[in-house]
Nanobody, 115 residues
Framework: QVQLVESGGGLVQPGGSLRLSCVAS????????MAWYRQAPGKQREWVAR???????YYADSVKGRFTISRDNAKNTVYLQMNSLKPEDTAVYYC?????????WGQGTQVTVSS
């Protein structure tokens, strides 16, 4: 069983930045592939970014060049640095990992980009 707890969301103006954090339970965090997803009102949940065990990173086209996923294994934490935020980035952001074909999700953190 893995628990994921996100934080760092909030209200930010267009062009601003936020850094989301996700703390994971468990002693094998360095073996987890971690990802961020988001869900905007009335839309399906969509994948945003992924970080592999070897620290390879992958991004959705909509966030490439603006968002950065990273991890601190000593703190069991994965981050999502979001720059140049746009109103269309408004969504609930979820942390995710897959272990033995089971998906684990955090409770989500709201990000609102508005002037």
């Amino acid at each position: 069983q893995v628990q994921l707890v996100e934080s760092g969301g909030g209200l930010v103006q267009p062009g601003g930045s936020l850094r989301l954090s996700c703390v994971a339970s468990g002693s094998r965090f360095n073996a987890y592939i971690m990802a961020w997803y988001r869900q905007a009102p009335g839309k399906q949940r969509e994948w945003v970014a992924r970080l592999t065990i070897g620290d390879n990173t992958y991004y959705a086209d909509s966030v490439k060049g603006r968002f950065t996923i990273s991890r601190d294994n000593a703190k069991n934490t994965v981050y999502l640095q979001m720059n140049s935020l746009k109103p269309e980035d408004t969504a609930v952001y979820y942390c995710n990992t897959m272990i033995k074909a089971t998906a684990y999700w955090g409770q989500g953190t709201q990000v609102t980009v508005s002037s």
